[in-house]
């Protein structure tokens, strides 16, 4: 039986998804008029096309445009929605789009060289948060006796790997390779799935120049599926289990094909998940588009943060020219719950963040730990200098193009001063790992070297 809580949030997304699309539209007519911002005719291209995932987390896009943030900065946006991974990185490179939301390590693999090599940068952090690890129902019937069990009889979370060990292990003595998806080589799922896997002990394989899919030494095979058809491969039995962003671990519960069994915030707490990404050539020609779009992004974000606007966000993102799915799914993840199995949902306020804890500030620390995975993973093949992570991260992550942003957002009243976090790029040494391991940006060698699996380098 559903709680009074769950009854409320739902009968709001209701009324929300009834008139989300009449809200939406009235935003949108409003917004089509000649644009109002005082620096529009500063704007060099005003004309712009962004790509996206159908994923939750692509929200600060969508608000930006449906409630005018664009238009009030001089932008006329259109979005479109993208096939994968590989084909939104491919069309931002070849200027098909002006920008795109990306996976965090993107733009970063694009500079470090691994995979198609370009000059990207991001001026905006778009969330995070926002992931989970999904198994099937045969192998959640198979962990659950090894998973640990509260007063109230349900599972006690975060749930580790150790209690996939044993039905990695059966599969293997049946000679089937446990399989699991993720959604590409340089995704903050895949180092989340990785990380997760080995804090456990169990192998998750390495890349080499002959094994490109990361798979030497696997004890679990890791390959690529695009987000939105994670759920019908699982249910084909192709994979047995994935890493993905919203909604897709939610519609695993709600086709009762599957069980979300953590979420990446238990891997790491609060960590970065998409960026808003686009050409360093780009920037440099249309400074003043660049800024009037890391404007309109910030007050997105901020939007999104009001727990007040998350069932309006809702009946927006499911349209089906954004995500497309069904409310209800949504609203499982983005008001401030998370459901596991079937009627065991949690209060996770945290699940989606797109603009507290400085969300969407770029922070070189979260660029390099990114880098450390890669070299972790064997993507980036030889050793690099702990100064070689400083200045490559620098060169694609952009904090001083945000603050120049969010510095006129205060002057305009828009967005509070004590909202600019006082940092010199780098967060803090910090332990929130799902294996309580340090990690400090400035100190990747001495990260890299803590683990037991995995590439390690000498200082």
Aim: hydrophobic share 40%; aromatic share 10%.
């Amino acid at each position: 039986m559903r709680t009074l809580t769950s009854l409320l949030i739902l009968a709001v997304v209701a009324l929300f998804t009834a008139c989300g699309g009449d809200s939406a539209s009235t935003a949108s007519s409003t917004s089509a008029a000649p644009a109002s911002a005082p620096n529009a005719a500063l704007i060099e291209k005003p004309q712009l096309t962004f790509g996206f995932i159908k994923l939750t987390d692509m929200a600060p896009l969508a608000i930006a445009k449906e409630l005018g943030y664009f238009e009030e900065e001089g932008l006329y946006v259109s979005i479109e929605a993208q096939s994968n991974w590989k084909n939104i990185l491919d069309r931002v490179i070849d200027g098909q789009l002006d920008g795109a939301h990306m996976l965090a390590g993107q733009p970063i693999a694009a500079g470090a060289g691994f995979g198609r090599q370009a000059q990207l940068i991001t001026p905006f952090s778009m969330d995070l948060n926002g992931n989970g690890i999904t198994v099937s129902n045969d192998v959640w019937d198979q962990m659950k006796p090894n998973v640990p069990k509260g007063p109230d009889g349900k599972p006690v979370h975060p749930i580790s790997a150790e209690a996939l060990k044993p039905v990695i292990e059966t599969y293997a003595g049946e000679g089937k390779p446990f399989k699991m998806g993720m959604v590409f080589p340089v995704s903050t799922h895949n180092y989340e799935l990785r990380y997760w896997l080995a804090a456990a002990d169990v192998h998750p394989g390495m890349y080499t120049a002959d094994n490109i899919q990361g798979q030497v030494d696997a004890e679990v095979l890791l390959s690529v599926t695009p987000p939105p058809q994670m759920p019908a491969t699982l249910e084909a039995g192709t994979i047995y289990g994935y890493c993905v962003g919203e909604p897709w671990n939610q519609q695993a519960v709600f086709k009762g094909i599957g069980v979300p069994v953590t979420t990446n915030s238990d891997v790491w707490k609060n960590n970065p998940e998409k960026v808003f990404a686009l050409r360093k050539d780009f920037a440099e020609k249309y400074p003043n588009t660049t800024k009037a779009i890391t404007k309109a992004l910030i007050r997105a974000g901020k939007w999104l943060d009001e727990p007040e606007n998350r069932p309006t966000a809702v009946g927006i993102l499911s349209r089906s020219e954004y995500v497309g799915a069904d409310s209800i799914v949504l609203a499982n993840s983005m008001t401030g719950t998370f459901e596991f199995e079937k009627g065991d949902k949690r209060e996770m306020p945290d699940f989606n963040v797109f603009y507290r804890y400085n969300a969407t500030y770029p922070f070189y620390s979260d660029g390099v730990w990114f880098l450390t995975q890669m070299r972790r993973w064997g993507q980036i093949s030889e050793p690099k200098s702990a100064e070689w992570y400083d200045t490559k991260i620098r060169e694609i992550y952009r904090p001083d193009l945000w603050q120049v942003a969010a510095e006129e957002l205060v002057a305009e009243g828009k967005i509070a001063a004590g909202d600019l976090p006082e940092t010199d790029g780098y967060k803090p040494a910090t332990t929130d790992f799902i294996d309580g391991v340090s990690y400090d940006g400035k100190d990747p060698i001495g990260y890299l070297s803590s683990f037991k699996i995995g590439n390690k380098d000498a200082k």
